[in-house]
């Protein structure tokens, strides 16, 4: 069906960036929409960020202006790029990806952490 790899975690200073992207392969129709989430150690997961295809981004309080989501629909392809990374953004980061209307799938999860 589909596959979801994720690539780009890692450790990073605060006030670092990371570039974190999600590629989705196998038989797709088309991807509605994409979204990053991220769970801290102890807490539930929390939504990040989503971009539908074909509309604008939206991004939790906690991140807006800090992050960023794109996407290559070309290469079934959504990236999150971190910016002015805080010590509070240390979590496991995932990558979900509707396709068509309702259909989920989700990454295996990267590790960013930020810590001096």
């Known amino acids: 069906q589909v596959q979801v790899v994720e690539s780009g975690g890692g450790l990073v200073h605060p006030g670092g960036s990371l570039r974190l992207s999600c590629a989705a392969s196998?038989?797709?129709?088309?991807?509605?929409?994409s979204r990053w989430y991220r769970q801290a150690p102890g807490k539930e997961r929390e939504w990040v960020a989503g971009?539908?295809?074909?509309?604008?981004?939206a991004y939790a309080d906690s991140v807006k202006g800090r992050f960023t989501i794109s996407r290559d629909n070309t290469k079934n392809t959504v990236y999150l790029q971190m910016d002015s990374l805080k010590p509070e953004d240390t979590a496991v980061y995932y990558c979900?990806?509707?396709?068509?209307?309702?259909?989920?799938?989700w990454g295996q999860g990267t590790q960013v952490i930020v810590s001096s």
């Open positions: 979900n990806i509707v396709i068509g209307m309702s259909t989920n799938y």
């Open positions: 971009i539908p295809n074909g509309g604008t981004a």
């Open positions: 196998g038989t797709i129709s088309g991807i509605r929409v």
